[in-house]
């Protein structure tokens, strides 16, 4: 009896001194994070049930251009994800019938969606519809009621084995529809004292023009110092992105950031390394030195888990695979890359090993140990970047010239 006594003293002396010693193995993985640059953001922002990260990365992007611009926005700039997609889903539907179904019609866009919207339509700031009266709002979209009408809808339009149009007034039908669930989109509002349409918001109390923002990618199947649409179904309005060798690709990036712009920033986030589950090291995204990755799916899809997928080749820098041109392409062209998420970088920092990362918004809430906001490796960045779209004044001017602009 005494000896299990005695056991069991030093069980409950060992076991404290074994916990400390994993706790304090664990603080020695964990990364810790320094900022080198930081520039302005608004605050993060939910898309929730939603395929809507274009338009949120979008507008984040466009509201820290204003506060470039006007430095006093800062505080209090918010612009309204509703009536962006509103128009978006309008013209995407257009687009869907007119090419017979063959352009699809998804929740997902890019960032030229925001870009065309802000030159066509104009921008509202965020309380002028229908939030934060409703049940959804700006950061609490669940379109699980919204979609599969709108999609049903359309293919009744337009069946496979239509030889015309069935419905020629199919469009308000469409838009009333968007109306239902986001409210109407404004032509005249007052904001601060002031009244503006869409339009003269952005000219006037923004002062952005959609002609200074330009579309960058880094791919071999076509030239460099040319334009490209990027073979990806939510690029439905076929937008050109100017084509750069990826150490100019990545110049842009570290350049820019450091010389206080930002940029929106589409890439794929399936991987393994874009850690979204709990663990010392979640919401930081790396390409780890391993031959497993996650697979592809819908945004909700990858909330939930990770699915084994693509390939990763052997890592020569702290971890990390050493990125090349030619496995960007491999990747894309195996469909390992793919369109999944639109985020915002602004900034970069340095964990306690002296390696640099991006500093990124993301739009899923005020989640995870740095609330809602990521640290990007470099490599992960150079791996896979689909594209950005940033100001062309941010551009370094030597790749200016030989781009033409």
Same mark, same amino acid.
């Given at each position: 009896?005494?000896?299990?006594?005695?056991?069991?003293?030093?069980?409950?002396?060992?076991?404290?001194? !074994?916990?400390?010693? $994993?706790?304090?193995?664990?603080?020695?993985?964990?990364?810790?994070?320094?900022?080198?640059?930081?520039?302005?953001?608004?605050?993060?922002?939910?898309?929730?049930?939603?395929? =809507?990260?274009?338009?949120?990365?979008?507008?984040?992007?466009?509201?820290?251009?204003?506060?470039?611009?006007?430095?006093?926005?800062?505080?209090?700039?918010?612009?309204?994800?509703?009536?962006?997609?509103?128009?978006?889903?309008?013209?995407?539907?257009?687009?869907?019938?007119?090419?017979? !179904?063959?352009?699809?019609?998804?929740?997902?866009?890019?960032?030229?969606?925001?870009?065309?919207?802000?030159?066509?339509?104009?921008?509202?700031?965020?309380?002028?519809?229908?939030?934060?009266?409703?049940?959804?709002? +700006?950061?609490?979209?669940?379109?699980?009621?919204?979609?599969?009408?709108?999609?049903?809808?359309?293919?009744?339009?337009?069946? +496979?084995?239509?030889?015309?149009?069935?419905?020629?007034?199919?469009?308000?039908?469409?838009?009333?529809?968007?109306?239902?669930?986001?409210?109407?989109?404004? =032509?005249?509002?007052?904001?601060?004292?002031?009244?503006?349409?869409?339009?003269?918001?952005?000219?006037?109390?923004?002062?952005?023009?959609?002609? +200074?923002?330009?579309?960058?990618?880094?791919?071999?199947?076509?030239?460099?110092?040319? =334009?490209?649409?990027?073979?990806?179904? +939510?690029?439905?309005?076929?937008?050109?992105?100017?084509?750069?060798?990826?150490?100019?690709?990545?110049?842009?990036?570290? #350049?820019?950031?450091?010389? !206080?712009?930002?940029?929106?920033?589409?890439?794929?986030?399936?991987? #393994?390394?874009?850690?979204?589950?709990?663990?010392?090291?979640?919401?930081?995204?790396?390409?780890?030195?391993?031959?497993?990755?996650?697979?592809?799916?819908?945004?909700?899809?990858?909330?939930?888990? #990770?699915?084994?997928?693509?390939?990763?080749?052997?890592?020569?820098?702290?971890?990390?695979?050493?990125?090349?041109? #030619?496995?960007?392409?491999?990747?894309?062209?195996?469909?390992?890359?793919?369109?999944?998420?639109?985020?915002?970088?602004?900034?970069?920092?340095?964990?306690?090993?002296?390696?640099?990362?991006?500093?990124?918004?993301?739009?899923?809430?005020?989640?995870?140990?740095?609330?809602?906001?990521?640290?990007?490796?470099?490599?992960?960045?150079?791996? $896979?970047?689909?594209?950005?779209?940033?100001?062309?004044?941010?551009?370094?001017?030597?790749?200016?010239?030989?781009?033409?602009?």
């Amino acid at each position: 009896m005494k000896k299990i006594i005695v056991f069991a003293l030093a069980a409950i002396i060992v076991l404290p001194m !074994g916990a400390k010693s $994993k706790k304090k193995e664990e603080n020695k993985d964990t990364l810790i994070f320094t900022t080198i640059v930081e520039n302005p953001v608004t605050s993060i922002k939910n898309q929730n049930s939603s395929g =809507t990260c274009w338009s949120y990365s979008s507008l984040a992007f466009l509201e820290s251009e204003a506060i470039k611009k006007h430095p006093e926005m800062k505080d209090d700039i918010d612009l309204c994800e509703s009536f962006l997609i509103s128009k978006t889903y309008v013209d995407r539907a257009d687009k869907h019938i007119r090419t017979h !179904g063959d352009a699809s019609f998804s929740q997902g866009g890019s960032f030229e969606d925001a870009l065309y919207c802000m030159e066509h339509y104009g921008l509202i700031p965020e309380g002028i519809m229908p939030y934060p009266i409703t049940n959804y709002g +700006d950061s609490l979209f669940n379109f699980s009621s919204l979609f599969p009408p709108l999609q049903a809808y359309l293919k009744s339009i337009a069946p +496979d084995n239509a030889k015309k149009i069935l419905h020629k007034g199919w469009k308000p039908a469409v838009q009333a529809m968007l109306d239902g669930y986001f409210g109407t989109c404004p =032509t005249e509002f007052e904001y601060k004292g002031k009244k503006y349409t869409p339009q003269s918001f952005v000219k006037d109390y923004l002062t952005l023009d959609p002609n +200074d923002y330009v579309s960058i990618t880094s791919y071999t199947h076509h030239p460099y110092y040319t =334009t490209f649409a990027l073979e990806i179904q +939510d690029n439905w309005r076929w937008a050109e992105s100017y084509n750069l060798p990826l150490d100019e690709f990545m110049r842009i990036m570290e #350049e820019s950031v450091k010389n !206080g712009w930002t940029f929106a920033w589409g890439a794929d986030v399936s991987e #393994e390394g874009f850690s979204r589950r709990e663990g010392k090291n979640k919401s930081v995204a790396i390409v780890p030195n391993t031959r497993e990755v996650a697979g592809v799916g819908s945004d909700q899809a990858r909330w939930t888990g #990770e699915k084994a997928g693509a390939k990763i080749a052997e890592s020569d820098n702290k971890g990390e695979k050493t990125i090349t041109p #030619e496995m960007r392409q491999e990747a894309y062209d195996n469909w390992e890359t793919t369109d999944d998420h639109g985020m915002q970088i602004y900034g970069i920092a340095k964990d306690q090993h002296g390696k640099e990362y991006f500093m990124m918004k993301n739009s899923w809430g005020e989640t995870g140990p740095y609330k809602g906001f990521w640290y990007v490796s470099k490599p992960y960045v150079a791996y $896979k970047t689909m594209n950005i779209v940033i100001n062309k004044n941010a551009v370094p001017s030597d790749i200016r010239k030989k781009l033409g602009f």
